[in-house]
């Protein structure tokens, strides 16, 4: 790995030049929010609560909040965000949709999350209507948000839906009032959602 992803080569500390890292570990901004950081060249077969182990004796990790750990798979997907609009559409050909893993989420329920609204959205079109997407306080919204612009086109990744997608929401606590963030994401999602079927007639 040190004559790998973490090759030391070209970074030059500005504080002391003289001293020159053993190892790097490349944290590549995820998201437009910059609430989301991929650390590069990390695919493993390690079991996560080992990654979680070794990832904080990392220094400026020890505190980090995992939003997904590595594995080894080979996804084939569209660079989403330069391709597509947020109505799944090519944006050279807005006549042709995509939908599934292919548009850049990771997972089942994802994947077949972007096909139902895919779908829907092609069937909203050939009635003559708009179906916009839902909000991003919603799971799918959060989704169809990274893959269609929140994330960096250059950096791409296929992304299982989690928390780090959504947008903030105050909730005190720390690490302490985890589980109450989580439940207030959860329950704006909610609410967005079924207002966004509301709309829908």
Do not use: C
Request: proline letters at 6%.
């Amino acid at each position: 790995l040190r004559h790998g992803p973490m090759k030391p080569v070209g970074l030059t500390n500005a504080h002391d030049p003289a001293n020159k890292p053993y190892a790097v570990v490349q944290l590549r901004r995820d998201n437009a929010l910059g609430t989301l950081y991929n650390i590069v060249g990390f695919q493993t077969k390690m079991k996560y609560g080992a990654q979680g182990t070794v990832f904080r004796m990392i220094p400026g990790l020890e505190n980090a909040n995992f939003a997904r750990l590595g594995g080894i798979h080979r996804n084939t997907f569209i660079n989403s965000p330069t391709l597509l609009d947020d109505r799944m559409r090519l944006k050279s050909r807005p006549n042709i949709r995509f939908a599934g893993q292919i548009t850049g989420v990771e997972g089942y329920v994802e994947s077949a999350a972007m096909g139902l609204l895919a779908g829907r959205m092609a069937a909203a079109g050939i009635m003559g209507r708009d179906l916009a997407p839902p909000p991003n306080e919603t799971a799918m919204g959060s989704l169809i948000h990274h893959i269609t612009g929140g994330a960096e086109a250059k950096t791409f990744q296929p992304m299982n839906v989690n928390f780090g997608l959504f947008p903030p929401i105050d909730v005190k606590g720390g690490r302490k009032g985890r589980k109450d963030r989580y439940k207030a994401y959860t329950d704006r999602g909610k609410e967005a959602f079924v207002q966004w079927l509301a709309g829908q007639g």
